[in-house]
Each structure stands twice: as C-alpha cells, then as structure tokens.
C-alpha cells in the first residue's frame, strides 16, 4: 500500500567557511553610485564564498549532512534528485550522477531539476512526493540543492546579491513536515529575462543580465502579484485551509524592499527569518525555500501551517502548504 501523507527534513545545510562582508566587496567600488547605493541597501551583511569549491563539491557536502541528520545510509536511498546549477562545470556531462558516485547512492533513481531558476526547488519537492505516494517501492528521496555564483560578481541588477552554499533534505513517510500540497504556474513570455551570454566568452568575462529592467521592475512585479492572489486562495481552498490558519508567509530572500513589497501586496507579515537569512546570506537561489523552512520549524507547534511562496525572473511562480509534524 502506498502512504498518502509525505513528509520532509530535517532540512540540513552546509556553508562555506570563508565569509565577506558586503560593504567590503571589490566589485561594489567599480559600481555606478546608485547601484553601490542599491547594493547596500538590500539588507544583505555578509555573504559565504566557496572560492575553489565547485556546485557539486557543496551538494556533496549538503547530501551527506542530511543522511547523516536523518540515520539513513546513501545506499539505502531510493531516490535522488538534484536542483542543477545554472552554469554546469562541464557541457554534456551528468552532475546528478556524479553527486550519486560521490556519496554512494548507489542504487538510487536519479535525476536534475532545474531550468525554472529560484522555482527549481519546488518543482524537485512536487517530483519527490508523487514519486512516494505513487510508488510503493521509493520510500526514501533524497533532494539536494546547491548555490554559487556563475560569474566573477555576486551584485545582480537590479534584484539582490547571491552567496553560496547547499542544502538538502529526505522526503519520506516521516519528517518534521508535512507537505500537504502545492500549486506551480509558470510563463514563457519571461524566459530569458535574465541570462549570460557565454558562447565565445570566457569564463571570467561572464556578466549576467537584465534584458529589460523595466520589465522585471514593474510588468513582472504585477504579473506575480496577479498569479499568487490567484494560486494562493487555490491552494488553501482546496485543502480546506482558512487564511488565518497559515502564520507568517516564508519566501525567497531577495532583499528588505522586496520583503516589503509582498507584505503590503499580500497584506501579511513575511516570516522574520527570511530577514535574518537575507542578512546572513545573500540570495541562494532555490536554496532559501530550504534554508527557510529550516529556521522556521523552530517556531512553528505541532499541527501549524507555513505557507512557502517562491517565484523565479524565468518566470516561474509556487505557492506549497506544509504543516508542522
């Protein structure tokens, strides 16, 4: 028999030990005064620096911290799938499956989620869960997500600053959440809002782009407030979920305006440790779902609800429901 409910985490994370401060930032000075201006003010403090260390050296890490978390031998899972990068270290070769090498998941089916940036992750944890409550035989999913930064500069334009980092968690019939359901939406007209050029460059001469800041500013800020008062009352309904039962909204972390922005549009409160992750760590990409979600099991009771809104300039919208176990 196949167990309907679905659980995840604990959520287990690993950061690079090397740190710098924003304001300390080379790049920061070659900025026009208005973008060094934006940079910091987007209430980022500090950021985590992988230097030499690879995407898939910090999956690595992230994917063993949560078995070792969970007692669970890399063997023994059914499982694994792995938020891709947006700059793979090699065209045509497989990271998912080197990830599986490295940490022994030896027996484990395996596949990359990625293309929808920011919302990647939402689309692994919607393949995790069909693939447990669809097959009687994938008990143990293992989902891995790993952020750096693909050029020379962390700054992005006109939107945040990224750091690195990983993270990764097990979905399975047991967790500290319950992950009741979730609505994913995307659009095409956006698909290359932002992007690097890098056929011809080098490496080094990589500069990730805006094609339109006018578009991201303010179409696509529109756009997104249209699908989550769409998706949003979607999903709790169908659950039979009331808006005052879900606390503090989690998200991305973008920056203090953005939090400010979707407090006011979706008029609640964004859950304070979006803020302190900003803070600590930049922009992680699919990461902060996780690295969230994490900090706010500390304060959610059993039998809570935490409502995840994640969204991606590709663009790409989620709205998922978990209840605290």
Not at 162 to 168: E, F, S, V, Y
């Amino acid at each position: 028999m196949v167990t309907e409910q679905v659980r995840i985490g604990p959520v287990a994370t690993w950061f690079p030990d090397a740190a710098a401060r924003v304001a300390t930032l080379a790049e920061l000075h070659d900025l026009p005064p208005n973008r060094r201006e934006h940079a910091l003010a987007l209430g980022i403090d500090t950021v985590r620096t992988a230097d030499d260390l690879t995407e898939g050296d910090l999956a690595a890490e992230a994917a063993r911290s949560a078995l070792a978390a969970a007692d669970i031998e890399a063997a023994d899972v059914d499982a694994l799938l792995l938020v891709t990068g947006r700059a793979p270290r090699y065209l045509l070769a497989s990271e998912t499956t080197r990830l599986q090498h490295r940490i022994g998941a030896t027996r484990a089916f395996t596949a990359g989620v990625g293309d929808l940036g920011c919302v990647s992750i939402s689309a692994a944890l919607s393949l995790a869960a069909a693939l447990v409550r669809g097959d009687a035989r994938c008990r143990t999913v293992l989902v891995v997500a790993a952020a750096k930064t693909p050029t020379r500069n962390r700054y992005r334009p006109p939107m945040t600053l990224l750091g690195d980092g990983a993270a990764a968690f097990l979905v399975t019939s047991a967790g500290r959440w319950e992950f009741v359901d979730q609505i994913l939406r995307s659009d095409g007209k956006y698909a290359d809002l932002f992007r690097i050029d890098y056929r011809d460059i080098p490496s080094d001469d990589w500069a990730e782009e805006c094609a339109d800041e006018s578009t991201y500013s303010f179409r696509l800020a529109v756009e997104s407030k249209k699908r989550f008062d769409a998706i949003i009352p979607e999903l709790l309904e169908r659950n039979g979920i009331r808006v005052g039962q879900v606390g503090p909204i989690l998200m991305q972390n973008l920056s203090a305006g953005a939090f400010a922005f979707w407090e006011e549009a979706l008029e609640t409160p964004i859950d304070k440790a979006c803020r302190d992750n900003l803070a600590a760590y930049g922009h992680l990409g699919s990461m902060d779902m996780l690295v969230n979600l994490e900090s706010a099991a500390a304060t959610r009771m059993p039998g809570e609800y935490a409502l995840l809104l994640n969204s991606s300039p590709v663009a790409a919208w989620s709205a998922g429901l978990m209840r605290r176990v």
